[in-house]
């Protein structure tokens, strides 16, 4: 990472939200040389060490984790035009995010070794934020031979998927879950059966019918969840299913957890946020897949979310540029960008009474780690900090022309939101700050 | 009364009030279309672009004469001639043709909503001229006048679209336009062929067309394409003339006074049977004919948009 200076910060009166100790509690936090030295009320640092530090009096302010997003593009290597690992992770950082875990549909594709090493040495020198690659299940994502997973595995990659892309075939994806489990990859799917898809560009109900706009039905992305969790079961690989967006998938999640099947889910903020009615204009900010849904998806996904079914909230940050976006609908790319506009859309979520401050934690910080299998999501002393600040009240308008991120296909852009990322600290030294000293 | 819109765009935009006002418009047009000198004054000066991105022959030559007999100056620019082969973009084709400062442009676009989007980013008006699966105004608007010219109304009619609705814009427009006139309309399709939720913009879904005929005061027959027997959509063509082409014995069971439209073109023995195309009860060349009328309705509408603002404004300083 491009920052070397460990930080030496007090923050006084934060509310601490640690979901690795499932506590919520207000407190003092000592970060010493970039670790996190003591919690507790009222610390008492003497002169001496009080003069080492920047002291920070939050009043009440928030401090959880440093989040972690398990599903982003960074579009690097290929499409720098886009977004590179650069400005991806500045835009993390300024989102709160301590960690990303990057989707393999570059170009090339992040089918090997030395993709992957190309982007965590990218990550290591400019990033300004944790970088996890995520690497492909098949091949170039042709969905025909498996790509070297354990090479994969070996060079850094913590995952393997072909997002952007289902694994359509059923025996490819049966294969890639048992060999997987050889180096405890999780495979993640991109549920969509292409065939029911179709060519589709928004969600198949009312207003696509009213738009003359081909539709995506929700059994294209039920099936192929269904599939997964069937195959899941039979070879006990670990599935886990990005973007749920429709009830059906909700449903089918919270039966196979129920039943002991291992599973994982992720939903994004766009999923419990808009609806299909978005597309009346025409606007292709809105096209993404999967495609927004109808208002009962959003609150089957917001059900799914309170009960645990789906485990994290990731973004699936997706930047395009004006020549994919600025199009005919039917022509347009898919996808949003994410990584700025999450935080506030999550407190939605808690003020909305779904999620309790210390689920909107966990969902953003110790779960997706935790699927990964990475040491993040804790804020227990000893430990390097990777810590978030959040001013859960401030309101404002969302801009994505002040945005880090190169790409502005935010469907959110002047939103009137509540809640903003105020400290980023990542690996100890500071990644993002609003604050003034 | 001053039309106050910029654009037309679709029937789910227009009031009923603006429906009445281009009909009205259009009745008193059309007479100038049987004058052995088919030609007034009134949009002289003005400039209309056609841009089909689109093949269409018969919706492209109406618009044409329609402008040419208000004396419009009219520009054409089709799929082949247009420089979107080039890669330049539509939005980029419509910005140099914006600085050549036209006043309207007339577009058929094969993507849904490619009109409207454009209509945001540039002060000349748009005609929509078709736009996808999504709407056709001017084909709604002209078989509402040829509706009200046979039947003298459209209020308390049941008017059944028997076809490919899914893929057609003129079912999407005309069933948005015929319920704000307060017609009640039947949409009848193999359930391959219709959209979901169809229902909820207000059309009575059925899918046995020898049920709904005996009640419909107008039938508007949609075409089939070919295409549709390879996406899986139906068996054959063959098929879909036994089950759903409207012949004469499928049209013994209608009303006597119950007429047949077509948007065009007719495919021949595959939804309508030549003897019902060419028979009594069809009024397709006057919906063709009245097409003219209609557009010359827009278009003169349209055209009035400068002096209307202008005249607004001289109303407000004095």
Not at chain 2, 255 to 283: C, F, K, L, T
């Amino acid at each position: 990472m491009k920052f070397r200076e460990p930080v030496n910060v007090l923050l006084r009166n934060a509310r601490v939200l640690d979901p690795s100790l499932e506590r919520d509690f207000f407190s003092d936090l000592l970060i010493l040389e970039g670790r996190i030295r003591e919690i507790g009320p009222e610390l008492n640092l003497g002169a001496d060490l009080l003069s080492q530090v920047q002291s920070l009096d939050l009043q009440g302010k928030w401090v959880l984790p440093g989040l972690f997003d398990m599903h982003v593009h960074l579009r690097e290597p290929g499409e720098e035009y886009k977004e590179t690992i650069e400005s991806g992770t500045r835009a993390a950082a300024a989102g709160g995010f301590a960690a990303v875990a990057c989707m393999p549909n570059t170009k090339p594709v992040n089918d090997s070794a030395a993709v992957t090493t190309y982007i965590l040495q990218r990550a290591r020198e400019q990033g300004s934020c944790f970088v996890f690659p995520v690497g492909a299940i098949s091949r170039g994502l042709l969905g025909q031979d498996l790509a070297e997973l354990g090479e994969l595995r070996e060079a850094g990659a913590v995952a393997v998927t072909d997002d952007g892309r289902p694994v359509m075939n059923s025996l490819l994806m049966r294969r890639a879950l048992e060999y997987a489990s050889a180096f405890d990859l999780p495979v993640i799917s991109h549920a969509e059966d292409l065939h029911l898809a179709h060519d589709g560009v928004m969600n198949e109900g009312p207003v696509s019918t009213m738009l003359g706009l081909r539709g995506i039905p929700r059994a294209a992305e039920e099936i192929m969840v269904a599939r997964d969790l069937l195959l899941a079961e039979m070879t006990h690989g670990q599935i886990h299913i990005a973007h749920v967006s429709t009830a059906g998938s909700v449903r089918l999640i919270r039966e196979a957890k129920a039943r002991g099947i291992h599973v994982t889910a992720e939903t994004a903020p766009h999923y419990f946020t808009l609806t299909d009615e978005a597309l009346m204009t025409f606007d292709t900010v809105f096209k993404v897949n999967p495609p927004l849904r109808r208002p009962e998806d959003v609150g089957a996904i917001k059900e799914g979310l309170a009960d645990g079914t789906i485990d994290a909230i990731a973004t699936d940050h997706a930047p395009h540029s004006v020549l994919e976006k600025d199009t005919e609908l039917d022509l347009a790319a898919n996808g949003m960008i994410g990584l700025e506009s999450a935080v506030p859309l999550v407190l939605g979520l808690v003020r909305e009474g779904v999620l309790t401050p210390l689920q909107a934690a966990a969902k953003m910080s110790l779960n997706p780690a935790r699927i990964l299998g990475l040491p993040f999501g804790t804020l227990n002393p000893g430990t390097v900090a990777h810590l978030t600040v959040i001013d859960p009240e401030l309101r404002y308008i969302l801009d994505c022309n002040a945005f880090q991120s190169k790409s502005r296909n935010c469907p959110f852009h002047g939103r009137q939101v509540q809640g903003q990322v105020l400290l980023t600290i990542v690996d100890g030294c500071m990644a993002f700050t609003r604050m003034s000293p | 009364m001053p039309f106050k819109r910029k654009d037309l765009l679709g029937l789910r935009d227009l009031a009923a009030d603006e429906i009445e006002h281009i009909l009205e418009t259009a009745f008193s047009l059309k007479e100038i279309n049987t004058r052995s000198i088919k030609k007034v004054p009134t949009l002289r000066g003005k400039t209309i672009v056609h841009l089909f991105y689109e093949p269409s022959t018969r919706t492209r030559t109406s618009f044409d004469i329609a402008a040419k007999r208000l004396s419009a100056d009219t520009y054409s620019i089709t799929g082949s001639t247009s420089s979107m082969v080039k890669g330049e973009t539509f939005l980029d084709t419509l910005k140099n043709l914006e600085a050549m400062h036209p006043d309207i442009f007339i577009i058929r676009h094969s993507a849904s909503g490619a009109p409207h989007r454009l209509a945001t980013r540039t002060p000349v008006s748009i005609v929509n001229a078709g736009d996808g699966m999504h709407e056709h105004p001017s084909q709604a608007l002209l078989d509402m006048m040829t509706i009200i010219e046979k039947k003298g109304r459209l209020d308390g009619l049941t008017v059944l679209i028997v076809g490919d609705i899914a893929h057609s814009r003129v079912a999407r427009s005309n069933l948005l336009g015929l319920k704000k006139m307060g017609a009640h309309v039947v949409a009848c399709a193999p359930p391959t062929l219709m959209p979901v939720d169809l229902d909820l913009m207000g059309a009575e879904v059925c899918s046995k067309v020898d049920d709904a005929i005996p009640h419909a005061d107008v039938i508007m027959v949609l075409r089939l394409q070919k295409e549709r027997q390879q996406q899986m959509l139906l068996p054959s063509m063959r098929e879909y003339s036994v089950c759903y082409g409207i012949n004469r014995s499928r049209l013994e069971r209608a009303r006597r006074d119950a007429i047949i439209m077509h948007p065009g073109p007719i495919n021949r023995g595959v939804e309508i049977s030549p003897d019902v195309a060419d028979g009594p009860q069809s009024v397709i060349l006057d919906q063709v004919s009245n097409g003219v009328a209609v557009r010359m309705a827009v278009l003169y509408l349209l055209g009035q948009r400068d002096a209307s603002r202008a005249l607004a404004q001289r109303e407000e300083s004095a």
